[in-house]
Nanobody, 123 residues
């Protein structure tokens, strides 16, 4: 049974950085397209970035493009989200997700979800 576990969330000031990690267990991350969603309080969960199984085609929502970078290390069954220049509007619960698909675009329906890690950006 595939499980995803996120870590790395926390409290950071505006302009700061955080790196989220997502470890895949019970399977191989190399078999999955991976991505990140987030859900702010009172809002729907939204797709923010995804990376293909090959790792060659990362995609980003406009709200994070140029500030966030997704990457994968399949040797360690781990996906990362480097978040720079954080803003208060980035405050949310961040979810890692995986899909048995080549790509992880905004229309993806993930097969697996992590439990979420909280990111809070203070102004």
């Amino acid at each position: 049974q595939v499980q995803l576990v996120e870590s790395g969330g926390g409290l950071v000031q505006t302009g700061g950085s955080l790196r989220l990690s997502c470890v895949v267990s019970g399977g191989f991350s190399s078999s999955l397209a991976m991505g990140w969603f987030r859900q702010a309080a009172g809002k729907e969960r939204e797709w923010i970035t995804g990376i293909s199984r090959s790792g060659h085609t990362p995609l980003y929502d406009d709200s994070v493009r140029g500030r966030f970078t997704i990457s994968r290390d399949d040797a360690h069954n781990t996906v990362y989200l480097q978040m720079n220049s954080l803003k208060p509007e980035d405050t949310a619960l961040y979810y890692c997700a995986g899909a048995h698909n080549l790509h992880f675009a905004v229309t993806i329906t993930p097969d697996y979800w992590g439990q979420g890690t909280q990111v809070t950006v203070s102004s």
